[in-house]
């Protein structure tokens, strides 16, 4: 059977407060922080709206709503762009010749700056599908560039997704409030205009219409959901100079290896940019309800690869990295830290091209 692409949007009604996945007890921690949802969290919206599984989803992308309707997607910065602190101009961390044959506990491949660069700093901020495009195509020049002129991150680096601080009172089972069990928490207000999109292989010959609202982002709240049209990921390009091909994380991944992917035949990992590990909870209703247990002890914590990672790596043959690229664009990259997070969204890469120091 063959599936086909749909997109969803869900607009969440309120707040989202989602964690990171290390446990909170009200009354014994103050306070509870609040990530991005995860693709898990989608995945799940996704199943709620649809009534039924799909063959996968991948998502979430944070999305804009243009002028004339359509969804502009915005994905997070590389971790490769870095700029000197304050600098309006940015540049991107390629392999330094000068520090081969140096070794880490990672090993080897260091990327660093330009020489004269000096200090540098990680960059923030949510770059458009189109300008992502040119990002991905490697026409960026890596020894220097003006930052918003190129990538036109959305504000100049401000969140869409901003921040509020409230105060909670944990209750009891019969909803009383229980007395001493005050915390605070952060919670994400998306702007006007944003949601969260999920783009969704579904069998082409069924009924895929989305039922809304739907749980998402938190306990008693509820996101708007529609299905969108003309959305896409970035374009990848369809050459790779010297066998060179770039790897960026859309989603979080979750790998056996930690930080580390399965590199694919005939291929070098050069280098990777990767941003701190955040910890992310997952359980798995399928295999509480295989085992008749309760759905909290098939939970697992594991540390995620960030979105946003950059990984270079080099293939032996340009023709064998097309043929790669062609299958793993805006695909989940494997295997899987576990069954089944493949389709729920994560570790989905979107595959580009780089270029020397030097250009």
């Given at each position: 059977?063959?599936?086909v692409?749909?997109?969803?949007?869900?607009?969440?009604?309120d707040?989202?407060?989602v964690?990171?996945?290390?446990?909170?007890?009200?009354?014994?921690?103050?306070?509870?922080?609040?990530?991005?949802?995860?693709?898990?969290?989608?995945?799940?919206?996704?199943?709620?709206?649809?009534?039924?599984?799909?063959?996968?989803?991948?998502?979430p992308v944070?999305?804009?709503?243009t002028?004339?309707?359509?969804?502009?997607?915005?994905?997070?910065?590389?971790?490769?762009v870095?700029?000197?602190?304050?600098?309006?101009?940015a540049?991107?961390?390629?392999?330094?010749?000068?520090?081969?044959?140096?070794?880490?506990?990672?090993?080897?491949?260091?990327?660093?700056?330009?020489?004269?660069?000096?200090?540098?700093?990680?960059?923030?901020?949510?770059?458009?599908?189109?300008r992502?495009?040119?990002?991905?195509?490697?026409?960026?020049?890596?020894?220097?560039?003006?930052?918003?002129?190129?990538?036109?991150?959305?504000?100049?680096?401000?969140d869409?997704?901003?921040?509020?601080?409230?105060?909670?009172?944990?209750?009891?089972g019969?909803?009383?409030?229980?007395?001493?069990?005050?915390?605070?928490?952060?919670?994400?207000?998306?702007?006007?205009?944003?949601?969260?999109?999920?783009?969704?292989?579904?069998?082409?010959?069924?009924?895929?219409?989305?039922q809304?609202?739907?749980?998402?982002g938190?306990?008693?709240?509820?996101?708007?959901?529609?299905?969108?049209?003309?959305?896409?990921?970035?374009a990848?390009?369809?050459?790779?100079?010297?066998?060179?091909v770039?790897?960026y994380?859309?989603?979080?991944?979750?790998?056996?290896?930690?930080?580390?992917?399965?590199?694919?035949?005939?291929?070098d990992?050069v280098?990777?940019?990767?941003?701190?590990?955040?910890?992310?909870?997952?359980?798995?209703?399928?295999?509480?309800?295989?085992?008749?247990?309760?759905?909290?002890?098939?939970?697992?914590?594991?540390?995620?690869?960030?979105?946003?990672?950059?990984?270079l790596?080099?293939?032996?043959?340009?023709?064998?990295?097309?043929?790669?690229?062609?299958?793993?664009?805006?695909?989940?990259?494997?295997?899987p830290?576990?069954?089944?997070?493949?389709?729920?969204?994560?570790g989905?890469?979107?595959?580009g091209?780089?270029?020397?120091?030097?250009?």
């Open positions: 059977m063959t599936a692409e749909r997109w969803l949007a869900f607009t969440p009604r707040t989202v407060t964690r990171d996945g290390r446990s909170f007890q009200a009354g014994t921690d103050s306070s509870a922080e609040t990530v991005r949802p995860w693709p898990s969290t989608i995945a799940g919206a996704v199943r709620t709206a649809y009534g039924k599984e799909p063959e996968a989803v991948r998502g944070l999305a804009r709503r002028g004339t309707g359509g969804w502009e997607p915005y994905l997070p910065m590389p971790a490769d870095v700029r000197p602190p304050g600098s309006p101009r540049c991107l961390l390629r392999p330094d010749p000068e520090l081969a044959g140096i070794a880490t506990d990672l090993g080897e491949g260091l990327l660093a700056p330009p020489a004269t660069t000096g200090k540098v700093e990680e960059v923030q901020g949510w770059v458009p599908g189109a992502f495009a040119d990002y991905l195509h490697g026409t960026i020049r890596p020894a220097g560039f003006d930052l918003d002129e190129t990538l036109r991150p959305y504000g100049a680096g401000r869409p997704l901003v921040p509020e601080r409230r105060v909670g009172l944990a209750r009891t019969g909803r009383t409030a229980r007395e001493g069990f005050l915390y605070q928490s952060t919670h994400l207000r998306p702007l006007d205009g944003w949601s969260f999109l999920a783009c969704n292989d579904v069998p082409e010959d069924d009924d895929w219409t989305p809304g609202p739907t749980p998402f938190g306990r008693g709240r509820l996101a708007d959901v529609a299905e969108v049209s003309g959305v896409d990921w970035p990848a390009p369809t050459t790779f100079p010297d066998g060179r770039l790897v994380l859309a989603t979080p991944a979750l790998w056996p290896e930690g930080w580390r992917p399965e590199t694919p035949a005939g291929a990992l280098g990777a940019a990767v941003p701190t590990p955040r910890p992310v909870a997952t359980a798995s209703p399928r295999e509480a309800r295989r085992r008749g247990a309760r759905l909290m002890s098939t939970v697992a914590l594991r540390w995620a690869v960030p979105a946003g990672a950059v990984y790596l080099r293939f032996d043959d340009p023709a064998r990295a097309a043929a790669w690229a062609r299958e793993q664009h805006a695909r989940p990259w494997g295997p830290a576990a069954a089944r997070l493949d389709t729920a969204g994560f989905i890469a979107l595959i091209t780089w270029k020397g120091p030097g250009s």
